[in-house]
């Protein structure tokens, strides 16, 4: 089992940034994605941004060049650094894990980032 707490969300306004951290507990494994994905209201969940333990990212073209993901593997924590905050960032937020070789993946309880004037 693996548990994820995620901590950053909050209430901005356009142009300005937030950190979102995500600290993972429990049998992470060597090999893991870990990853941030957003839904907001009446759309479906989607990717924002994802990276491996070796750094490997990817990321949404929406976010692209505004929003840097990385991680510390020494403390098994990823962060979604927001730059630029949009209206149409707001969402729940949630931090995800894949693991290898398992293989399972596990969400963490959502934190809402909301950017309005």
């Known amino acids: 089992q693996v548990q994820l707490v995620e901590s950053g969300g909050g209430l901005v306004q356009p142009g300005e940034s937030l950190r979102l951290s995500c600290a993972a507990s429990g049998s992470i494994f060597t090999g893991n994605v870990m990853s941030w994905h957003r839904q907001a209201p009446g759309k479906e969940r989607e990717l924002v941004a994802s990276?491996?333990?070796?750094?490997?990212?990817n990321y949404a073209d929406s976010v692209k060049g505004r929003f840097t993901i990385f991680r510390d593997n020494a403390k098994n924590t990823v962060y979604l650094q927001m730059n630029s905050l949009k209206p149409e960032d707001t969402a729940v937020y949630y931090c995800?894990?894949?693991?290898?070789?398992?293989?399972?993946?596990?969400w963490g309880q959502g934190t809402q980032v909301t950017v309005s004037s």
């Open positions: 990276i491996t333990t070796a750094r490997t990212t």
């Open positions: 995800r894990i894949r693991v290898f070789p398992v293989d399972s993946i596990y």
